[in-house]
């Protein structure tokens, strides 16, 4: 009998479930869901009382989408009204009784006041199956060390994804990254990793970094995965080779922190990286909404908006059509992989859209669009604003860094060649900005890729 460490799935069943017993699935768990939310959260019973409907009006997906989307803006005055009314920010949204309520988490972002959630028991194992979901996929067992070097704070990416190392079994090196690099070092040196989780900023930090500080090169680490995450670089093929060859590791961009909504990349050749699975889709119904607008846009293959996500089978904070920000793209055709179920790419944050003359560009889209430039450029970028966006008058300005061994004399010529590639691909002319090799601050956590002109960073 083959040991269960051969199986390919952590929950076979629940990962191969056909696209209409999951979908079958859903619609009963979203039924019982929204009846749950609205007994037990004044603030869900005032959404469906915007949308003019009762929870048992709510028979389809259908029905479902005319109930209004829950915003971050919204769940931070939900959090004030919270505080005035029931003495902590939580009450009002939390659906479970306090002493069952186990832990607060924080939806990640890097700007304004945390959006916090409640976890209760039952919710804490969901994240925790997640996440074993994502790792066994990649290859990770028991006996496996995987040194985790996030940030550890409230980020749900922290001790939250720990924790669901040690539920599958595998063995977790807590480093973070508050520490510093030379930290991060002295822990593969002291662990033995075979598996590092961070940020491709991170990543691309330590290849440059490593002889520096530790002597030898990345590759001589000894580490066979690099997990990405935080940031959706991982999402870049250019990016994914980079710290590929870097490492001399599969590298697997992957995302989900302390809630419902994970997903990760199969084992593809870097180039043809063709999204995330969504892993957890017992647990999350996702819907796909116009960032303007917020109607709703069909998933069909190659559909991009703005996430939505409703938990289902969930205790403590279940979030109810939840926009958080990110603009995804999805993908239904078969994976040549053979695993069923929708795939997703981050394309940006709703929040970090700019509109060029018309045209939307995300910082995401710059990046990898410098990238195949690389080696001439390093990647590294900023755009300039002279005020918050998304509105930019143009042309939209581009501090880039030229790479190492180009020279003042290679400037021109490269910039027209870019430019040509933006005029076609990005569809706007940005004028740019070059500045030496490491000029630019290497972040260790998520990059800022918008510098707007007299705000501090
Ligand atoms: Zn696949």
Redesign the pocket.
């Known amino acids: 009998m083959p040991s269960y460490k051969e199986r390919r799935l952590w929950n076979q069943d629940m990962e191969t479930l056909s696209r209409d017993a999951l979908r079958a699935l859903q619609l009963e768990r979203l039924k019982k869901q929204v009846v749950y939310n609205y007994e037990n959260s004044a603030f869900y019973k005032r959404k469906f009382e915007q949308g003019g409907a009762k929870p048992e009006d709510i028979q389809s997906f259908e029905d479902f989408a005319h109930i209004p989307i829950m915003t971050k803006d919204e769940h931070r005055r939900a959090q004030e009204a919270s505080t005035e009314e029931h003495g902590n920010p939580y009450a009002l949204l939390a659906c479970a009784p306090r002493e069952k309520i186990i832990r607060i988490n924080s939806t990640s972002g890097t700007t304004g006041i945390p959006t916090l959630y409640t976890l209760t028991r039952h919710d804490v194992d969901i994240v925790n199956e997640m996440h074993a979901r994502k790792y066994w996929r990649a290859g990770i067992r028991p006996g496996d060390v995987m040194l985790q070097a996030l940030s550890l704070s409230m980020f749900t990416g922290g001790l939250p994804l720990s924790q669901g190392i040690m539920h599958m079994g595998a063995c977790v090196v807590p480093v973070g990254i508050e520490g510093g690099t030379k930290r991060v070092l002295d822990f593969v040196r002291l662990t033995s990793p075979v598996a590092i989780i961070a940020t491709p900023s991170f990543g691309q930090y330590l290849i440059e970094k490593c002889p520096e500080l530790s002597g030898k090169t990345a590759a001589d680490l000894g580490l066979r995965w690099f997990f990405c995450a935080g940031e959706p670089g991982g999402g870049n093929p250019e990016v994914r080779n980079m710290l590929a060859q870097g490492f001399g590791a599969k590298v697997f961009d992957h995302t989900g922190g302390g809630h419902a909504f994970h997903g990760i990349s ?1 084992d593809e050749p870097p180039e043809q990286f063709s999204g995330m ?1 969504l892993v957890s889709e017992d647990h999350c119904l996702l819907e796909l909404v116009d960032p303007n607008t917020k109607k709703p846009v069909p998933i069909e293959d190659g559909a991009v908006g703005e996430m939505v996500f409703t938990f289902l089978d969930w205790e403590g904070g279940p979030f109810m059509r939840y926009a958080l920000g990110d603009m995804l793209q999805v993908f239904t055709k078969p ?3 053979g ?1 069923p179920g929708i795939r997703f790419k981050i394309t940006g944050r709703a929040d970090d859209m700019l509109i060029v003359k018309g045209v939307n560009v995300y910082p995401e889209a710059i990046k990898s669009a410098l990238l195949k430039f690389a080696p001439q450029v390093t990647g590294l970028f900023r755009i300039l604003l002279d005020e918050p966006g998304p509105l930019v008058n143009p042309p939209l300005r581009i501090r880039v860094e030229y790479g190492e061994g180009v020279t003042e004399q290679d400037l021109p010529a490269l910039e027209r060649k870019i430019a040509t590639y933006f005029k076609e691909e990005v569809r706007v002319a940005p004028e740019f900005e070059w500045v030496p090799p490491e000029s630019l601050p290497r972040e260790m956590k998520k990059t800022q890729y918008i510098e707007i002109k007299g705000a501090s960073v």
């Open positions: 199969c699975h994976c040549p992989c695993m």
